[in-house]
Nanobody, 120 residues
Framework: QVQLVESGGGLVQPGGSLRLSCVASGSMFSINVMGWYRQAPGKQREWVAAITYGGSTNYADSVKGRFTISRDNAKNTVNLQMNSLKPEDTAVYYC??????????????WGQGTQVTVSS
């Protein structure tokens, strides 16, 4: 089992910045993919960004150029630096990971989420 705990959410004005962090604990194997999803009120959960154990990154078009995902493998931590925030970025942000034990990839693990509100 893997436990994920997000932090860093809050209220910010449009154009502002926030940095989200997610710390993984438990059976977190070295080979894994970590990422961020978000869910706005009344909308489906949306993929935001992902990073492999090797550091390769991918972003949703809606956040590319504004958000940066990074990780610290030694600390099993993934971060999401969010700049130039827009009201449409308002959502609950969830940390996600899948791990590889040498034979199989795990199912998705999820954190409890952290609220990000972008408003004047």
């Amino acid at each position: 089992q893997v436990q994920l705990v997000e932090s860093g959410g809050g209220l910010v004005q449009p154009g502002g910045s926030l940095r989200l962090s997610c710390v993984a604990s438990g059976s977190m194997f070295s080979i894994n993919v970590m990422g961020w999803y978000r869910q706005a009120p009344g909308k489906q959960r949306e993929w935001v960004a992902a990073i492999t154990y090797g550091g390769s990154t991918n972003y949703a078009d809606s956040v590319k150029g504004r958000f940066t995902i990074s990780r610290d493998n030694a600390k099993n931590t993934v971060n999401l630096q969010m700049n130039s925030l827009k009201p449409e970025d308002t959502a609950v942000y969830y940390c996600n990971t899948r791990t590889y034990d040498g034979r199989n990839w795990s199912h998705d693990y999820w954190g409890q989420g952290t609220q990000v509100t972008v408003s004047s």
